[in-house]
């Protein structure tokens, strides 16, 4: 894969480490590097322990590439917000829409809030706006977007607000995917979440953390799988 002159792409390892940092940033784990096996077309996962934590499903510490469903998936490690746009869109412009990437992008469950109406409110507007930002990156190169919607979290964190802040957010992004060709939601909330809008406990580690067991990854597959065709 060439490097292109915008952005060259730095290799620390990082190892299934990173799950103890919660949703924090790691220490901008592995990017693209190497050769793409032939016929085989490269995306960019983009995020942060989840993220990390899906490509040790797949087998991978995150320093090296994965081959999935017909593609090449490689991790770029976001950071946290207020910084998570800023940090996307510079991967963005690492990539090259003519060598046919395509670039998946999501939230992390740390990045949700409930409590009061207000703080949820205050939440959603912000995130809106990564998305947004994320979205005006990708469209300004040419580069097609997955967009991974909210993830749920175990009973212990949710509340009602919560819970209307995720489902308000899983709309938005509804509304950019019927609005553009070149946006597409990978429903990870419908595969993850229960009835009550909490993260599924036996996909869950535990009760009290919302990472989740390969159980889960395995059903994210699915869905990701449907979402690249």
């Not at 322990?49 to 510490?61: I, K, P």
Request: charged share 25%; glycine share 12%.
């Amino acid at each position: 894969m060439s490097v292109t002159r915008k952005r060259k792409w730095a290799w620390i390892g990082a190892g299934v480490m990173s799950f103890l940092l919660g949703c924090g940033s790691a220490d901008k784990v592995s990017g693209p590097g190497g050769d793409d096996e032939p016929g085989t077309r490269p995306v960019l996962m983009l995020g942060r322990s989840v993220m990390a934590g899906w490509f040790a499903h797949w087998g991978s510490d995150t320093s090296s590439a994965v081959s999935f469903a017909g593609r090449t998936l490689h991790y770029g490690s976001l950071d946290s917000p207020p910084g998570i746009a800023d940090s996307g869109c510079g991967y963005v412009d690492g990539v090259e829409a003519s060598e046919g990437w395509l670039v998946f992008f999501k939230l992390c469950f740390e990045d949700f809030a409930g409590g009061t109406r207000e703080e949820a409110e205050a939440n959603l507007s912000a995130n809106k706006a990564y998305v947004d930002q994320v979205v005006s990156c990708a469209r300004n190169r040419g580069i097609s977007l997955l967009l991974g919607n909210a993830l749920p979290k175990v009973a212990a964190d949710t509340d009602a607000e919560l819970v209307w802040n995720h489902e308000e957010y899983n709309a938005y992004l509804r509304q950019l995917d019927e609005a553009a060709d070149d946006v597409r939601v990978v429903d990870l909330y419908g595969r993850l979440a229960n009835s009550a809008g909490e993260l599924r406990s036996d996909y869950s580690v535990d009760p009290y953390d919302s990472h989740l067991k390969d159980a889960a990854y395995r059903s994210l597959d699915g869905e990701l799988s449907g979402a690249m065709d």
